[in-house]
Each structure stands twice: as structure tokens, then as C-alpha cells.
């Protein structure tokens, strides 16, 4: 049986290494990203390059997008020349993008009336170097048929595929990651801080505390990055973590489920946000609790 032949849009921090890792594990892999010039590296390592979307469905079993956000994921699937316009029923498409849980299960069901084609969603936790190592953990939404026939074209990009339940679990289960990383963002940047105002090298703690309860992936990223001051090549954004912060406050209000950590470390990102860092490193959060000398 042959390969169904994959197409990938947004080509961005993450889309980029997976749309390699496809390519490296054997897939026909055909790409369109709204800036072209994003294009042209993956185009040297093997991938073929879509002048629009409808040429991208013309040619693809399967679409992979991998977006910034809800509105983004809508327009491209949606908007003028967009995926639903030119699928067709036997066609699936998998989101890799973190987006609104409700706005993805309506996607869903508005995607199926139009053209036919299935739905998965399929966040992703692990950042770029889960990306670029193929060791990202996948959490699902979908029917079980649909989410069992692409877990072979999620293995190079993935250490663990779960299937949650329906449309739009997936994107829930990521909520509730983000939920944790931005509470320990928030948090760790108090922690940096006290031990530098207490007069103790902050740049040792991720070893003072290695394997204790308080080890975790964001503690080993980010505490050096501040301890050091070190904010440049972010590997992603506040801005990013601001947006699903808020997507969590929004599923708190839709399942009545009080979330006031979540709550609080969404109002801290956003003051810093609104001064000048939406596109810098979570690690400048920091520089909030920092004194300032005169």
C-alpha cells in the first residue's frame, strides 16, 4: 500500500524541524506557508513547494498544519481559497497548532459539512528540540478510527501519541499543560530572583535542585536562561504562552472549573507582555522582580 502523500502549512519555530522529520522518515511531503521564503530551505531538503493552497489539496492525502493561532488556523481553513474550500471526503486533516477547544470542535464539524474531510487535533509539548529530535509528546482529539490511522505519520515527530477522547480533547489536554508551564514560568522567575536578592548563585540551582520535586522541564530551561540574563534566540515566545494561558481561562469559564493560579500567571505574563515583551523569551519575566539600581 503506498504513502499517503502529506501536505504541511506553517512553517514556522516548529513546523520547520517536523516538516524535516517527515521528510527524513520517507513521506512525500508537499508545503505552502503564507511567507514563501520560509519555504525555500525545506525545498533544498526534499519537500515540494504548493503555489496555494488548493494546488497543496490537490496533491495530498493528508494535511498537517502547525499555526500560530485559533484565528489563523479559521482563516486558513476557511478563508478565501482555504483548505475547505478544496477538500474533499477521504482527505484528513491534522492540527498540530494549539488552539481553542470549542472553536476546534466547531472547525470540526463545519469542516466535515463542507467537504468531507476528518478532523484531529494534535497539539504538541516539547518545544523546538522535541521538535528537531522527533521526542515531542502528541495528545489527540478525534474518532478512534481516525486518530489510529495517523499515528504512523505522527511517529517521526513523536516519542508518545495519546488519544483523549473526541475533537477537541486534544486541544484540552494542552490547555492543561500550558496551565503548568505558565504557573512555572511565573513562579520560577520569583524564585531566580529571591535567591539572587538573598544573596545566593541562582546559576546553581537548577544543579542544587536537580531530580527534588521542584525539577521539571521549564525549571531546567528556563532558571539558567535567567540566572544568566540570557534571552537571545528565544525558542518561543510569551506571547505564545500568553495566548494559551488565555484559552485556559476561557475553558475554565465554558466547563465552570475555577482556575485562579492559571488566572494570576495569565495577568502577570500579560503586564509583561504590555511592556515591550510579547515577542521575547519567558525567561525576561524575571526583570519584573529584579531590582533596579538607581
Known amino acids: 500500500m503506498p504513502q499517503p502523500r502529506l501536505g504541511f502549512i506553517g512553517l514556522g519555530l ?3 524541524p517536523m516538516t524535516r522529520r517527515l521528510l527524513d522518515a520517507g513521506f512525500d511531503v508537499t508545503v505552502w506557508n503564507r511567507t514563501v521564503e520560509k519555504c525555500a530551505p525545506l525545498l533544498e531538503a526534499g519537500a515540494t513547494l504548493a503555489g496555494s493552497i488548493a494546488e497543496l489539496m490537490l496533491s495530498v492525502d493528508v494535511v498537517m498544519l502547525c499555526l500560530a493561532n485559533t484565528a ?3 482563516d486558513v481553513i476557511f478563508g478565501e481559497g482555504g483548505v ?3 477538500g474533499r471526503a477521504g482527505q484528513r486533516l491534522i492540527d498540530l497548532s494549539s488552539s481553542d ?3 476546534t470542535r466547531a472547525f470540526a464539524e463545519k469542516l466535515e459539512e463542507e467537504c468531507g474531510m476528518c478532523w484531529v487535533d494534535a497539539p504538541v509539548s516539547g518545544g523546538v528540540a522535541g521538535a528537531e529530535a522527533g521526542s515531542l509528546a502528541i495528545m489527540c482529539g478525534g474518532t478512534e478510527a481516525d486518530v489510529e490511522a495517523v499515528r504512523f505519520l505522527l511517529a517521526p515527530l513523536s516519542a508518545r501519541v495519546t488519544h483523549m477522547g473526541p475533537v477537541g480533547a486534544g486541544q484540552v489536554t494542552k490547555v492543561c499543560n500550558q496551565m503548568i508551564v505558565g504557573c ?3 513562579v520560577i522567575a520569583e524564585m531566580v530572583a529571591l535567591a539572587e536578592a538573598s544573596g545566593v548563585d541562582a546559576g546553581r540551582l537548577t544543579e542544587a535542585l536537580a531530580g527534588g ?6 525549571f531546567q ?3 539558567p536562561r535567567m540566572a544568566a540574563s540570557e534571552y537571545a534566540d528565544p525558542a518561543w515566545h510569551l506571547r505564545t504562552l500568553l495566548k494559551d494561558l488565555d484559552m485556559a481561562m476561557a475553558q475554565s469559564q465554558r466547563a465552570g472549573s475555577a482556575t485562579p493560579m492559571s488566572g494570576l ?3 502577570l505574563l500579560r503586564a509583561h507582555v504590555n511592556h515591550g515583551h510579547a515577542e521575547h523569551d519567558p525567561a525576561t519575566l524575571v526583570e519584573a522582580y529584579r531590582r533596579k539600581e538607581n
Open 14 to 16: 516548529m513546523g520547520d
Open 72 to 74: 489563523v488556523v479559521e
Open 84 to 86: 475547505a474550500t478544496h
Open 101 to 103: 477547544p470549542a472553536a
Open 184 to 186: 512555572q514560568a511565573a
Open 213 to 218: 520535586f521542584a525539577d521539571s522541564k521549564p
Open 221 to 223: 530551561i528556563l532558571t
Open 265 to 267: 500567571a495569565a495577568q
